[in-house]
């Protein structure tokens, strides 16, 4: 894997520290829990999609872009990523935003990941939810070139094959770090959603022969589809990393029993999995992605599935910028604190 062959931009804080959550593991009684701080890339609060993005905007800049678009759920973290990486380089931004829960309230179309969408100066478009977006997306990138922008498109969630690349890297950062700290790991877990992060860490965990399994927890779709959707990409972006091959349908592996209702509608143990990692560690989850993937996680330890002796490593992917646009959903009731 030699990654230096690919345009990069290097904006990303990285390696994003390793760290064991001690208080979590002793609450659950079983395997050693550790976690990849990938909320913690520094770009505008953080997040996965900016390690895509520095292959992706490297592109678009190789390109001579002088903006870039692209499109995702109201409170996409992806669309606030590019924003600010946009910002970074004088590109200019749009976003297509769909809107994939039917919430109406004001925190969560306007506040959270939306309000630093328009804060990086990006401009917004809403659609009505199950949309054709990447086909809004085509028609707007069209209005935009014919008024003479040079505009480069990325798919929802960065989830192409360049996209892709930045989670190989990861894979390798976590395969170094580990190695280095005299770790074993037993299993890696994330929530999947787009499909960019899971395709690229299971191109890069095989390209580097790391034997450790890999889990991804879905947040949208159901299993087949999901899985489907991760090895269709890998296959690309394991062709594109010069190891066509690598990685076989087996080794994708999504389990997608803590989606819930759908994507962006948290349930009740989605909460309790932000309340966990908040209380019990001062780390802040989200309620779209990480909280479910670490829904997941719990339950897997509650359940054994996850042995003690055994040592996991949450991918934690971000999203905390969302959790201001629910408030309805996250707020204590008091009577409930009082009697606790
Ligand atoms: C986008 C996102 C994911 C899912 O990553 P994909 O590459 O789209 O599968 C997980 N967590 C957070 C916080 C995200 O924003």
């Known amino acids: ?14 390696p994003t520290p390793l760290e064991r959550l001690d208080r979590l593991t002793k609450e659950l009684g079983g395997p050693e829990i550790w976690i990849k701080r990938d909320d913690c890339t520094g770009l505008s609060t953080g997040g996965n999609k900016t390690r895509k993005l520095e292959f992706l905007m490297a592109e678009a800049e190789a390109m001579g872009a002088d903006m870039v678009m692209t499109q995702g759920a109201t409170q996409s973290n992806h669309a606030r990523q590019t924003a600010a990486f946009a910002s970074k380089l004088g590109m200019k931004c749009h976003v297509l935003l769909e809107d994939r829960t039917g919430y109406q309230d004001h925190n969560y179309n306007d506040n959270g990941n939306v309000l630093l969408d328009h804060l990086h100066g990006a401009t917004t478009e809403k659609f009505p939810g199950g949309h054709d977006m990447p086909g809004e997306m085509e028609k707007a990138a069209e209005a935009a070139r014919k008024n003479g922008n040079v505009v480069y498109v990325i798919p929802g969630g960065g989830s192409n094959a360049t996209g892709a690349l930045g989670y190989a890297n990861c894979a390798m ?12 790991v037993d299993h890696l877990v994330h929530a999947t959603g787009s499909s960019g992060t899971q395709a690229g860490l299971v191109v890069g965990l095989k390209a580097l022969n790391a034997n450790i399994p890999l889990l991804g927890f879905g947040t949208r779709a159901p299993q087949e589809k999901q899985e489907q959707m991760v090895y269709d990409l890998a296959v690309k972006t394991a062709e594109k990393i010069g190891c066509p091959g690598v990685v076989a349908r087996q080794d994708v592996r999504a389990d997608t029993n803590y989606v819930g209702e759908g994507y962006g509608l948290p349930r009740e143990d ?5 309340r966990m990692f908040a209380e019990l560690e001062g780390i802040l989850l989200d309620p779209v992605y990480s909280g479910k993937g670490a829904a997941g996680l719990i339950d897997y330890c509650r359940k054994g599935k996850f042995k003690k002796g055994e040592r996991v490593v949450f991918l934690h992917t971000g999203g905390a910028a969302g959790l201001f646009a629910y408030d309805t ?9 009082a009697a606790e």
């Open 329 to 337: 959903v996250l707020a204590r009731d008091t009577t409930q604190m």
């Open 173 to 184: 950062e976590l395969l170094n770090q580990v190695n280095e700290r005299g770790l074993v």
């Open 1 to 14: 894997m030699h990654l230096a062959r690919f345009p990069r931009i290097f904006l990303a804080h990285l």
């Open 270 to 274: 989605t909460i309790e999995a932000i």
